[in-house]
């Protein structure tokens, strides 16, 4: 299955959005939908894209918070080596006067 159907599947769709609310209840309050999906496109299906529906869903129910944590966590340490130094002012309280 390619990406632009893995994502508009509405059977994958619902998958990821029962795992979501199941993570967001048991562990991370703040999840979205996004992230999900988002881990399972960059860390899950980079690799190995299911060849059908009912793979997809087994790899949703099998992704776990962790896993969820660490492609997010991957993913900032990279946004954030591509940032310049001045891009951090907000974040740090630089440039308040």
Known sequence: ???PILTRDKHIKLAIALK?????REELSSLTYE????ALLGLKWSHHRPRCVYE???DI???SAN?????LSSQAVIVGSQMKLNEFNDLIGGGKE
């Open 1 to 3: 299955m390619s990406e």
């Open 20 to 24: 979501t609310s199941q993570l967001k």
């Open 35 to 38: 992230h999900v999906e988002s």
């Open 56 to 58: 997809a869903i087994d």
């Open 61 to 63: 129910f099998k992704l």
């Open 67 to 71: 896993e969820v944590v660490q492609y």
